[in-house]
């Protein structure tokens, strides 16, 4: 089956003050979207009017937060800042948008990830194999969290990082285990505008059933960091198929929701 993967992330957003709107074009009917935005300081963010986009459940206009929330923290015992991370699935070919608003007093760092691929069903467990964890530091070095053994091969494990100054990023090294998998850099931005800020995601192709040891990346100094890691996303199959496969850590997926989003799709 095809492994999930990334197809596409917005030109990454420095939101100075005021709400500014975070567009990504060309994205396809029913593909996963991942919103991910970097605060500084302890401050709040809020993703407001949201387009062409609905949440897992399939409500329009709406994003889904994962079983912890959407907020993680960067930094420790330091908190340097905050990391937002909302899924949802496109609604139609075209262009996805939402308005990123910042704190008054602080600045947000935002981009958009499209992916394809991805299992559909209205739960979180129907798309994504764990929990997220977060770890967070003040040190020169982020760490990524290990993926459990996943209940099939061509899983996608994806890893969100935020850094509270516009360091340079790097793929994790030392990541390994049963399954094969490393992780690549697939996306960074890095900016010096504002109060500064890094934001980035990485993958690994998981394509054997198995594990997945987090690694790490130095950078060149130390900062407030978080990284919300230790999941995969599941492979998408056929609605008929997926009926069969066993998979009793997780939900049923709703089969009604599945065909309305296979035909969005096209898959």
Same mark, same amino acid.
């Given at each position: 089956?095809?492994?999930?993967?990334?197809?596409?992330?917005?030109?990454? $957003?420095?939101?100075?003050?005021?709400?500014?709107? $975070?567009?990504?074009?060309?994205?396809?009917?029913?593909? $996963?979207?991942?919103?991910?935005?970097?605060?500084?300081?302890?401050?709040?963010?809020?993703?407001?009017?949201?387009?062409?986009?609905?949440?897992?459940?399939?409500?329009?206009?709406?994003?889904?937060?994962?079983?912890?929330?959407?907020?993680?923290?960067? +930094?420790?015992?330091?908190?340097?800042?905050?990391?937002?991370?909302?899924?949802?699935?496109?609604?139609?070919?075209?262009?996805?948008?939402?308005?990123?608003?910042?704190?008054?007093?602080?600045?947000?760092?935002?981009?958009?990830?499209?992916?394809?691929?991805?299992?559909? +069903?209205?739960?979180?467990?129907?798309?994504?194999?764990?929990?997220?964890?977060?770890?967070?530091?003040? @040190?020169?070095?982020?760490?990524?969290?290990?993926?459990?053994? @996943?209940? =099939?091969?061509?899983?996608?494990?994806?890893?969100?990082?935020?850094?509270?100054?516009?360091?340079?990023?790097?793929?994790?090294?030392?990541?390994?285990?049963?399954?094969?998998?490393?992780?690549?850099?697939?996306?960074?931005?890095?900016?010096?505008?504002?109060?500064?800020?890094?934001?980035? $995601?990485?993958?690994?192709?998981?394509?054997?059933?198995?594990?997945? @040891?987090?690694?790490?990346?130095? =950078?060149?100094?130390?900062?407030?960091?978080?990284?919300?890691? +230790?999941?995969?996303?599941?492979?998408?199959?056929?609605?008929?198929?997926?009926?069969?496969?066993?998979?009793?850590?997780?939900?049923?997926?709703?089969?009604?929701?599945?065909?309305?989003?296979?035909?969005?799709?096209?898959?």
């Amino acid at each position: 089956m095809p492994i999930p993967e990334r197809v596409q992330s917005a030109t990454g $957003l420095a939101v100075l003050g005021a709400a500014e709107t $975070l567009s990504l074009t060309g994205c396809t009917a029913g593909n $996963l979207v991942i919103v991910q935005s970097v605060t500084d300081n302890n401050s709040f963010c809020n993703h407001n009017t949201i387009v062409n986009m609905e949440n897992l459940a399939g409500t329009d206009n709406a994003l889904t937060n994962d079983p912890s929330g959407s907020r993680y923290q960067i +930094g420790s015992p330091t908190v340097g800042g905050q990391q937002y991370v909302q899924y949802g699935r496109v609604i139609a070919n075209g262009t996805v948008s939402v308005d990123i608003a910042p704190n008054a007093t602080e600045d947000v760092f935002a981009t958009i990830h499209e992916f394809r691929n991805v299992a559909l +069903g209205t739960l979180w467990t129907n798309i994504a194999t764990a929990t997220p964890i977060q770890s967070q530091a003040d @040190t020169a070095t982020i760490a990524a969290s290990n993926v459990a053994s @996943t209940p =099939m091969s061509d899983c996608l494990a994806i890893a969100f990082v935020g850094v509270n100054i516009n360091n340079a990023l790097g793929p994790f090294t030392g990541s390994g285990g049963t399954s094969g998998a490393t992780y690549a850099e697939d996306f960074e931005f890095s900016s010096g505008l504002g109060t500064a800020a890094a934001v980035q $995601l990485q993958t690994a192709a998981m394509t054997t059933q198995g594990t997945l @040891t987090g690694g790490s990346y130095v =950078m060149g100094s130390a900062a407030s960091w978080g990284c919300i890691s +230790g999941f995969a996303l599941i492979p998408y199959l056929d609605p008929q198929i997926q009926s069969r496969v066993p998979m009793p850590m997780f939900a049923v997926p709703d089969q009604d929701r599945i065909m309305r989003m296979s035909s969005r799709s096209g898959v």
